[in-house]
């Protein structure tokens, strides 16, 4: 195995109904998290990228999110119609998609 030119992780932390920090889980994070595993599938994308579904990464409030790596840049609010521009733009072109950056106050991403 070598080593992925950059790795996305999506959040798909569930809470119980109720719960006061919410959760990805709650706002269809896992259909996210399918639709990568689709876009990595049909772009024939795994071997150059990882993919991998975590739990809570922070900013529960405004998720989904996601996080990539090596850059550490997180996205928030991220829903499937948004997946084509991230492959396309951030894991094939290297230009992280500014529009979905996670707020300065929750995380820097310094780009
Ligand atoms: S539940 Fe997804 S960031 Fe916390």
């Known amino acids: 195995m070598s080593k992925p030119e950059r790795h996305v992780f999506v959040c798909v932390q ?5 719960h006061p920090r919410g959760s990805c889980g709650e706002k269809a994070s ?4 399918q639709g990568f595993q689709q876009a990595f599938e049909a772009q024939k994308l795994w071997g150059r990228f990882l993919l991998t579904n975590c ?9 989904p999110s996601v996080l990539v790596y090596p850059e550490g840049i997180m996205y928030t609010g991220v829903r499937v119609s948004d997946i084509a521009v991230i492959v396309e733009e951030h894991l094939l072109g290297g230009k992280p ?3 979905l950056f996670a707020e300065p106050e929750v995380w820097p991403n310094d780009v």
């Open 55 to 63: 739990g809570c990464i922070g900013p529960c409030h405004a998720g």
């Open 14 to 18: 569930s809470r119980p109904e109720g």
């Open 30 to 33: 896992l259909a996210l998290f």
């Open 97 to 99: 998609v500014k529009r």
